[in-house]
Nanobody, 117 residues
Framework: QVQLVESGGGLVQPGGSLTLSCVAS????????MGWYRQAPEKQREMVAL????????NYADSVKGRFTISRDSAKNTVYLQMNSLKPQDAAVYYC??????????WGQGTQVTVSS
């Protein structure tokens, strides 16, 4: 079965907004942290935003601070990424990551975000 399911990617103009969602399967185990990463062609995957299992702590890349917001809905085993004031530099494939209590990491298949006029 698919363990992480992402949605919400698409085409948006600079300055626009987009919300990404990622649902983690309960079969993964108790999730202690989730996050969003992005990767452009021939570039390394970079961390965008992280959130702890209890939602009490978040971490953002400097390039997105003040523009992106990560949040969790534990009941739905879902993490969201609210992306505001999008820039062309934000264009990439965005990947959801989940870490369970056993230290296992899982990745989604990615969702394309394109920022262009």
């Amino acid at each position: 079965q698919v363990q992480l399911v992402e949605s919400g990617g698409g085409l948006v103009q600079p300055g626009g907004s987009l919300t990404l969602s990622c649902v983690a399967s309960r079969s993964i185990g108790r999730i202690v942290a989730m996050g969003w990463y992005r990767q452009a062609p021939e570039k390394q995957r970079e961390m965008v935003a992280l959130i702890t299992g209890d939602g009490g702590s978040t971490n953002y890349a400097d390039s997105v601070k003040g523009r992106f917001t990560i949040s969790r809905d534990s009941a739905k085993n879902t993490v969201y990424l609210q992306m505001n004031s999008l820039k062309p530099q934000d264009a990439a494939v965005y990947y959801c990551n989940s870490k369970d209590v056993y230290g296992r990491n899982y990745w989604g298949q990615g969702t394309q975000v394109t920022v262009s006029s």
